[in-house]
Structures are given as C-alpha cells and as structure tokens.
C-alpha cells in the first residue's frame, strides 16, 4: 500500500516522546496501482523502551474505517446545508416540537434558536391554515403549499413550506423536517413584473397587450348592449419628423405631455393606453349618448393639439383618430376597424377623427358572392355613371363636372363605391371598368354638346393601375376618337399617392396627356406627403382641395391650409377646385379667396346624364342651387 500523507492525521509524535499514553492515527492509504483509498485508523502504545528511552516494542490495532468517514463526511455536508441554505430549515420532534433551526430560520421570524426550541410548529409558524396542516401531515406524512403567516405577532407575510415526517426502521415518526421561504420580495418582484407586463414604461399608461386583455372582455358580454362603447386609436401627426428633427429625448418627452392629457380625460372616458410609437387608444364608455362621444373625441384632439413647451422648444401637434363601435358583431376585430378609420382620418390631412362604416362586404358570405358576381357585372354594363356638377365661381357657370360610378346589383341593390371598388381592383376588373367609364364619359360629353349643351368638361378617377398602363394614353385615344369627343373635355384625376408612387413615371404620363390634350388634376391635395417640392415637377393643370378642409370651417371661417393651397397654386398657374360645399358661408369665403370652381351639396348632388342636360337646360335664367334642389 502506499500513504497519502496529505490525508494523514496522528498523535503519534506526542506518544513517542512521552507525552501521552496512547496514541491514535487516521490516515488514508492506496493500493498500489490502483485507485481506490480507504480510510484506517490506528491506536497503540509503546510497551519497551530502551535506555536512552526509545521505543523498542509497541503493541497495536489497524482497523479499516472508510465507512465512519463517509457518515462523518456526509453529516458534515448535511450540516453545511443546513447552516448555509438560502431557505428557513429546521427540525421537529415526533410531536412537532422545535429541536433545531438554521440562521435564515431565525431571520424570517425574528426569533433566537434558544428561544424556539421546545415550541409547537403553529406556535410560531402562525397562520389560519395551522389545523389542515397538521391533519395533513398526520395522514400523509408530507405537506407543501404557501401560505400567509404571522411574525412578530402582526406582520402577516407569504411563506413557502413544505413538512416531511422522517421515520426510524420501524416506520415510527421520529422527527420532522421542516423548509420554508419568505415569498415577500418574490411577490413584490412578481407585482413588479406584472406592472411592467401590464403597462408602458415610458408613460405609465397601460400597453398594448392590457388593452388587448381588456377588449378581450367583451367576449364575456352575451348580449352585448348597442351604442355603448367605443375603441379609439390616435397617431400623432408628423412625430418624425420633430422625433427626427430634434432627437429622441424630446420626441420622448412631447409623448408623455400626450399621454398625461389623454389619461386626465373624464367620463366617457374609461381607459387609455400607449399602443405602441406614437400610437394611444381610449375605450370610451358613451351609454347611447353620441353628442358626448363626438365632444370627448373633439375633446382628445384638442388637448393633443395644445402647445407643449419642452426645453425652450414650443411645439405643437395634431392627431389621426379612428373610432370604431363595439357591437355584438365585431368583437373580435375592434382594433383592426379602428386602425381602418385612422387611415382614412390621416387620409384626409390629420388633425381629425372617422368613425368607422360597418360595409355592406362585412356581412356574411356578402363580400364572395360580390366577388362572384362582378366579372358578369362589367360584361352586362351593371354600373352607371352619375355626375356632380362643378360651379365656376368667376364666371357663375356650371362648365364642368365629375364622374361618379354606381353599382345597382340585382338582388343587393345599390353597393356604396367604397365596398366594390376595393374589389374591383382585387379582381383585376379595373381595366375592363375603366375603359367602360371613359368611352361612357365621351359618349356623353359628345351629346351634350350635340344637344347645344356647351363644351362641358368631364373628370374621370383613374387608379394607380390605370395610371400606370403602358398603353393608357392609347386607351384614352381610342375612346376619344371613338365617341369624336374632343380631349379637352376629358379630365383625368390623380391622388398624391399615386403620383408619388413612381416620380419619373408620373411625370412622363403626366406630360404625355397634356401633349394629348387632356386635363390633368390632382385630387384631394393635403391628404398626402407630397412636398411643394415635388408638387412643382408635376405637370397639372388643376388642384382639388380635400373636403375635411372645409368640414372644419362651416361657416366659412379663415382656414389657413385652404388659403396657403389656393395661393400656392395661383403661384404655380394652376386651377383650383374645393369640393364639399354645403353652405352658403363656405361659398363666399371660397370666392373672396379667389378659388376657381366649388363642388358640392349646396350646388347639387350627384345627377344622372339626363338630369344634368335638363338642370344645364334651365340654368341661364335660375339659380344652380334652386334648380338643383327642384331636380332632386
């Protein structure tokens, strides 16, 4: 065998030089070309000494201990969990007396060992669940579960604690061991968690996944009561720009100026949440009562648009809103109506709110069997034109006119352009369509003017997959010559997002049709993000303004944006046409303005082409309006 003298522990050199009488040694030893060490432990003594005393003989035991030494081993590991755990260990008698506790024990209940020991468990483990605990234990012999106890006599707190009997080789309980956890500051790490699951960080308001939870709720309400909620969604309106401008802390702090006015909001209001960006969104509780839903949302939009003074910066910004009305129908889809909404609302220039259309296509099986239907729509010439007339504000004369397009379906009746249009496009039938509508328009004018009716100029609203056709200027002469109608009474209508969809392109069809001889027009400026800059490249010969504009001036007040538009385009030689004119007060302020043309309700709804020639019959001697209201 060989030692290992590392592992050596002996007496023997106090023995040997007489101090002691015996002397014992524990020592670890290996086999020779082997691994495996056992533990021995020797004790002797020295029985003849020499003369100069020492030691001649010596009498002994060898005995093999690796056995003591692994309990020994495996006592002194048990006794380090115990005094080291992060978690309250002790141990009860058979009666579930305190014997034992570690330091952390002590801790969480305030008490000193000497102090324990002897006491029942629920004496100091104090909690109302004590006497199913010890109904458990005393059937099963285990329990484990969390629980709110009691320390210092009043505190109450959650602990974790699990109990095991322990029995002796005859199966009798011999003591319990006990392991507890104060849950204190896992719980308040979990309330912290779930608040920051639950809520934005940077403003304090409830997330997007809260709201998600709370409209979720509505699934709950079988049957839910009509016009009493609804959702709405507002994005800020050019908050890159200031974001990008002035840099992400400012950006930051005008979201929270935001988010404090939202959240200050009174009945109806019932909730506000950051969706995410710059995005917010209210649940409004409104009972029935429209009047206040409208005055909370203007409300909302005014309190957005309020000056915030940040850092010396004055800024001030306006918001989209899209509204959708919580019904039985659309639980599942509320942000999603609302998000539609918003668009239309940024659509429309910002610093406004849309209330959401349940559409005709929204119905069950509808909108598939309008898909079905429509290829044979287009080929029995289902649709039909109908045409809004346009006032010359200089001249007093209706010299001009947009064309509308109707569907009237065979069991459906009429389907709102916003419902087929969409489809339209979806099933590559706008081409097809659109050749219908411009060789209708041709044939029209054509007549009218055979009629003695006057060169009247017709509009036309051509989508971004006309407009981009390679061959749409040979479509537009085929219809022309078709119907022998000159170019100059057509008129073709553009959006922004459209033009700015493929600059070179536009620019080069734009020119093409005035070579053709053909009108050009921008519809609805201020609803998009086309610059002056761009604006000025563009070939065209007339502007649009967007009727939200006048919305927000009914009566004819000073609206800056109109005025800049109507002077930008003066300064670009272009035409200018406001459509959405409802009253008198608006039509005066439009002509003191300089504008060219006015379109709208106060000068007629839209005609169909034989109550258009006949209101053009009795204009020279009345009113536009009186006849138009006497046609209609």
């Not at 990008?244 to 929270?256: A, S, T, V």
Request: glycine fraction near 6%; charged fraction near 25%; aromatic fraction near 6%.
């Amino acid at each position: 065998m060989q030692h290992d003298n590392l592992s050596k522990k002996s007496t023997a050199p106090s023995h040997l030089s007489g101090k002691t009488s015996l002397y014992h040694a524990h020592y670890r030893v290996r086999h020779q070309g082997s691994d495996k060490v056992v533990w021995l432990e020797d004790s002797g003594k020295v029985i003849e000494w020499g003369d100069r005393q020492q030691p001649l003989r010596m009498i002994g035991t060898r005995r093999d201990i690796s056995e003591q030494k692994r309990q020994e081993d495996e006592l002194q590991l048990a006794a380090s969990l115990f005094n080291n755990s992060p978690d309250g260990v002790f141990v009860l008698d058979s009666h579930q007396g305190f014997r034992t506790c570690n330091r952390v024990f002590s801790q969480i209940f305030g008490l000193q060992k000497s102090q324990l020991l002897g006491l029942p468990l629920f004496q100091v483990v104090r909690t109302e669940q004590g006497q199913r605990i010890a109904q458990s234990m005393q059937n099963n012999g285990r329990w484990q579960g969390d629980i709110v106890a009691l320390k210092r006599g009043h505190e109450r707190f959650p602990l974790s604690l699990t109990l095991t009997a322990i029995r002796d080789k005859d199966q009798r309980i011999s003591h319990y061991l006990g392991i507890c956890r104060d849950l204190s500051e896992l719980k308040q790490h979990r309330i912290q968690l779930d608040y920051l699951s639950q809520h934005d960080a940077l403003t304090g308001l409830f997330n997007r996944n809260y709201f998600h939870q709370l409209l979720s709720q509505f699934d709950q309400h079988d049957p839910l009561l009509p016009n009493q909620y609804a959702v709405a969604i507002f994005n800020l309106d050019n908050f890159r720009t200031i974001n990008d401008r002035l840099g992400q802390d400012i950006g930051d702090q005008l979201l929270k100026d935001v988010a404090v006015r939202l959240n200050n909001l009174n009945d109806p209001v019932r909730q506000v949440a950051r969706l995410g960006a710059d995005e917010f969104a209210l649940l409004i509780d409104y009972e029935g009562d429209e009047t206040a839903l409208i005055d909370v949302l203007n409300l909302s939009l005014e309190e957005i648009n309020r000056p915030s003074l940040i850092d010396d910066h004055e800024l001030v910004i306006t918001a989209s809103c899209g509204v959708t009305i919580v019904h039985q129908d659309n639980r599942s889809q509320l942000l999603n109506q609302a998000n539609t909404a918003l668009l239309s609302a940024r659509k429309r220039g910002g610093n406004t709110y849309i209330i959401y259309r349940q559409t005709l296509t929204s119905k069950p099986g509808l909108r598939e069997r309008l898909l079905k239907d429509l290829p044979q729509a287009v080929r029995e010439g289902q649709f039909r034109l109908v045409y809004q007339p346009k006032l010359n504000l200089i001249s007093q004369m209706m010299d001009s006119a947009e064309a509308l397009l109707r569907w009237k379906h065979p069991t459906e009746g009429e389907i709102d352009p916003e419902d087929f249009m969409p489809l339209v496009e979806e099933t590559g039938l706008m081409l097809a369509l659109g050749d219908q509508v411009l060789l209708q328009v041709c044939e029209d004018v054509t007549r009218w003017k055979a009629g003695g009716l006057g060169d009247i100029r017709v509009a036309v609203n051509i989508s971004p997959q006309q407009f981009y056709q390679a061959d749409l200027i040979e479509r537009i002469q085929s219809a022309l010559s078709h119907t022998n109608c000159a170019a100059a009474q057509l008129e073709l209508e553009v959006t922004e997002g459209t033009l700015m969809a493929d600059l070179a392109n536009a620019q080069g069809t734009l020119n093409r049709l005035g070579d053709l001889g053909v009108h050009r027009s921008l519809d609805d400026y201020g609803t998009g993000y086309s610059s002056l800059g761009y604006l000025k490249r563009f070939p065209l010969d007339s502007i649009k303004i967007d009727r939200s504009f006048l919305r927000e001036s009914p009566k004819g007040e000073p609206n800056p944006v109109i005025e800049a538009i109507v002077a930008m385009a003066s300064s670009l030689k272009m035409k200018v046409v406001a459509e959405g004119v409802e009253t008198q007060s608006q039509l005066k302020y439009l002509k003191r303005l300089g504008c060219g043309h006015a379109q709208g309700y106060l000068i007629s709804r839209p005609l169909l082409a034989e109550d258009l020639a006949l209101w053009l019959r009795h204009s020279q001697s009345r009113l536009y309006v009186d006849v138009a209201q006497q046609i209609h």
